[in-house]
């Protein structure tokens, strides 16, 4: 039984991460091409890495059988784009601030017929090493966009 002054989404990762799925996007004006193609979203696979950031605090007050909170580590997107009209211009993401400094929004555009697409995602420093795993490619028409952020070891 859970209490009534309890939220409804109280202990849903997702939600606690900020890791709702799309952003609507606000388009006043439409698109240029809108007339001559019909406007449509991509589809898109996306996967979160979390895990347990075991740093000395928390490897001084958890183990294994009682672990810390999990943190956000990376994202991997794929964005399927099989049918655009100009095929050797490459797709692009971009940046954006969000709401709060702790969010921002990774937008993807690749022009027509495909209208943008955007996530909200951790604002962290990410680790742009191939070795650590970044990854930004645009092969057979879907757009790979996969890092993992970057971790400071703290020295004394």
Same mark, same amino acid.
């Given at each position: 039984?859970?209490?009534?002054?309890?939220?409804?989404?109280?202990?849903?990762?997702?939600?606690? *991460?900020?890791?709702?799925?799309?952003?609507?996007?606000?388009?006043? @004006?439409?698109?240029?091409?809108? !007339?001559?193609? &019909?406007? %449509?979203?991509?589809?898109?696979?996306?996967?979160?890495?979390?895990?347990?950031?075991?740093?000395?605090?928390?490897?001084?007050?958890?183990?294994?059988?009682?672990?810390?909170?999990?943190?956000?580590?990376?994202?991997?997107?794929?964005?399927?784009?099989?049918? *655009?009209?100009?095929?050797?211009?490459?797709?692009?993401?971009?940046? @954006?601030?969000?709401?709060?400094? !702790?969010?921002? &929004?990774? %937008?993807?555009?690749?022009?027509?017929?495909?209208?943008?697409?955007?996530?909200?995602?951790?604002?962290?420093?990410?680790?742009?090493?191939?070795?650590?795993?970044?990854?930004?490619?645009?092969?057979?028409?879907?757009?790979?966009?996969?890092?993992?952020?970057?971790?400071?070891?703290?020295?004394?």
């Amino acid at each position: 039984m859970v209490p009534a002054n309890v939220d409804e989404n109280f202990g849903n990762l997702e939600e606690e *991460l900020g890791l709702s799925d799309e952003v609507a996007l606000v388009n006043g @004006e439409g698109y240029s091409w809108q !007339d001559r193609y &019909i406007p %449509r979203k991509p589809r898109y696979f996306n996967r979160i890495k979390s895990g347990f950031d075991w740093n000395r605090y928390n490897q001084t007050h958890y183990d294994m059988e009682n672990p810390p909170p999990k943190i956000v580590q990376g994202y991997k997107f794929n964005v399927f784009y099989p049918d *655009l009209v100009d095929p050797t211009k490459t797709p692009q993401f971009f940046l @954006e601030a969000a709401d709060s400094d !702790d969010f921002c &929004i990774v %937008r993807f555009h690749a022009g027509p017929p495909y209208e943008d697409v955007a996530f909200k995602i951790v604002n962290r420093e990410w680790n742009k090493s191939r070795k650590r795993g970044f990854r930004s490619t645009f092969e057979r028409g879907v757009l790979s966009l996969y890092f993992n952020f970057a971790s400071h070891w703290y020295r004394r």
